[in-house]
């Protein structure tokens, strides 16, 4: 099944922080509400320590963001080069939809951000790498990104490789 979101519905804002040009990026997703924003700037930060932070560019999924927290990611770009784009999305919609899905059940908005950063994110993006937002990244991701597979899940670390 393909799911087609109009970007327009889905994003309130979109914060570009740093070179936004995605030629020779390696692309990773990660996703956090208001409250866990603050875990997606330590998984970022220990990427960007362990890697070329040049050559990375995360996209951030979320509901909200604080001026404290996007001051910190605009510093993680002075000191490591690093791209960031950050979108900022309807919850209310969010819950809509996770309503009509399935009405009788509860179901946690920023748990379909993930789903739904893979289809908002531009479409010249052919690799993205999403990662939850509280793993602490202490090497190199160069292997992932040369996986020919079309979509590896490891369930353990709740790692994604999505190749378009």
């Not at 979108?87 to 179901?107: E, F, P, W």
């Amino acid at each position: 099944m393909v799911i087609n979101l109009d970007y327009n519905k889905f994003v309130s804002e979109k914060i570009c922080i740093g070179n936004q040009s995605l030629n020779q990026k390696k692309n990773i997703l990660l996703c956090g509400d208001r409250n866990y924003i603050k875990y997606v700037g330590v998984t970022l930060t220990s990427i960007v320590v362990n890697n070329s932070s040049s050559s990375l560019l995360f996209h951030i999924i979320c509901d909200d963001i604080e001026k404290t927290d996007l001051d910190k990611l605009e510093k993680v770009n002075q000191l490591y080069g690093c791209t960031i784009v950050i979108y900022k999305l309807y919850t209310t919609l969010i819950k809509d939809l996770a309503k009509s899905v399935n009405k009788d059940s509860h179901v946690n908005v920023a748990g379909l951000f993930r789903l739904i950063g893979f289809c908002i994110i531009p479409d010249e993006v052919e690799n993205v790498l999403y990662m939850d937002s509280d793993i602490l990244v202490t090497g190199k991701l160069d292997d992932f990104y040369d996986i020919v597979h079309e979509l590896l899940i490891d369930q353990k670390t709740q790692v994604f490789f999505y190749k378009r």
